[in-house]
Structure formats: C-alpha cells, structure tokens
C-alpha cells in the first residue's frame, strides 16, 4: 500500500491531469465509455536503469560415488563439510549459505538381453552461498573447490536491494510515459485530461558467469596460479508502464 501510493504521488508530482483510477498488475480496460468530445489513446513506456551488481549466488556441491549407499554418503558428509567450512572461512556468513539440493541414487551398467545391474551409488549434496564481496568471488570458487567441492552449477549476480533500483526505473518509465501522452496530444491538437488505467511490468536482466571446469597444471605447483576470473559486469532494471489516456479538445 505504501508503494502504490508512493507511485500515486510520483505520478502526481509529474503533472497529470487527475489521479489514477486504476492499478493493475496486467493491462486494464477502460472502466467507462468516454463521451463524444472525448478520445481515448494507450501508451506504454520503458525506464531502465543499468547498476553494478553489489552479490553474487554462487552454486556448489559435491558428488562421491561408493559401492554401497552408506559408503556414498559418508564420503560427501566429509567433503561437503570442508567446502563450507571453507566457504565460512571465506568470509562467506553462515546465513547466506543454504543447502539447495541432496539426493542419493543407484549406479547402474547396462547390458544387451540383461536386466541393469547396480554396481554402486552416487551421493549428492548442493548449496547456494551469497558472496558479498564481489572481488573475492574467484577465490572462494578456488577454496571451495581445493576443499571438495567438484560441481559449480553456476554463478548470478544480483542486487542487495532491489526495490531502489525499481523505483529510479518507474521514475524514468512514468516520465517518459508523460511525455508521450503530451506529444500526442500536442500533433492531434487535443489535451490529456484523465489518466483511465494505468499498469506496470518489470525486467532484471542478469548477467551469469558458468565457470569452466577448472585445470591446474603440476608444472605451476611453484607459482599459485591466479584465482579463477569473476567479471560481475552491469545489471539492466526495466519498468515497462501502460496507461490508457482520455483527451479532449
């Protein structure tokens, strides 16, 4: 409620003709039938706003293989311990690591005219870590994966606050909404009088960095090799607004 009527105001402060009549998620129609005198024209808008990301997600796990099940997951308890040990020792907090996935299933080879034989099991364990401090995003990927971890599903970047980036995008989309209602008006020779509908949608692009799997030569064991290349880049916000206007003459 507090953003609607903030957008109400913003709306307001920009110098519409009278205040919104409808709010929507998905665009309205026209609640009423306009007179004679009157005409109707939809619009849309785009804001967008481009921010450096300030987090990343990063996706872990690790997989162990055993003859048996038990075997299979005592291995992945103490390999997934030392990955997020070091993760938190990383610098990475303990609230921002959560287990995404765990799953335990039977190998199994194939044979022609033979019904599948089991010959082991694979354990699974996966957890997604907030990095917070994107210029050690590499390194942690490093120690994770020097410490047990040999899957990487992927790593997003994110921003830590959302709603801010939204609302310079709605500021830019609004505006220049206005502005189009006002050119039309002015080359059909009419003016705005009502803002009919009004709804948004909204657009976060992200960019993603999918680490190749990472091999490091014996011949560099001397020399500590550089930490795995994290390029956070920019993140694109876009509001798209829709507005049905009445004009007159």
Do not use: W
């Not at 205040?19 to 619009?43: E, G, K, M």
């Not at 990383?90 to 089991?118: C, F, H, M, W």
């Not at 009502?194 to 960019?207: C, I, K, M, N, Y």
Request: with cysteine; charged share 15%.
């Amino acid at each position: 409620m507090i953003r609607a009527l903030a957008l109400v105001f913003c709306l307001s402060a920009l110098g519409l003709a009278a205040p919104v009549q409808a709010l929507a998620a998905s665009p309205a129609t026209v609640p009423t039938a306009l007179d004679a005198s009157a005409s109707a024209i939809s619009l849309s808008a785009d804001g967008e706003i481009k921010l450096a990301p300030d987090i990343a997600r990063l996706q872990l796990g690790v997989t162990t293989h055993g003859a048996t099940a038990a075997e299979a997951l005592a291995k992945n308890r103490e390999r997934m311990a030392a990955a997020v040990a070091t993760l938190k020792a990383s610098g990475v907090a303990a609230k921002d690591i959560q287990t995404s996935g765990v799953n335990l299933n039977p190998d199994y080879v194939y044979e022609q005219n033979r019904p599948p034989k089991i010959t082991g099991y694979s354990a699974g364990n996966a957890v997604t870590a907030v990095i917070r401090d994107l210029a050690k995003a590499g390194a942690v990927i490093d120690k994770a994966t020097d410490a047990g971890a040999n899957n990487i599903n992927g790593l997003s970047f994110d921003l830590s606050d959302r709603h801010a980036a939204e609302d310079q995008a709605r500021l830019v989309a609004t505006k220049a909404l206005q502005q189009k209602a006002s050119l039309y008006a002015q080359a059909l020779g009419l003016r705005v009088t009502r803002l009919v509908t009004f709804s948004e949608g909204a657009d976060f692009a992200q960019p993603i960095y999918a680490p190749q799997p990472m091999v490091r030569a014996m011949a560099m064991a001397a020399a500590p090799p550089p930490p795995t290349t994290v390029e956070p880049g920019d993140m694109t916000v876009r509001i798209t607004v829709n507005a049905v206007y009445e004009m007159r003459p």
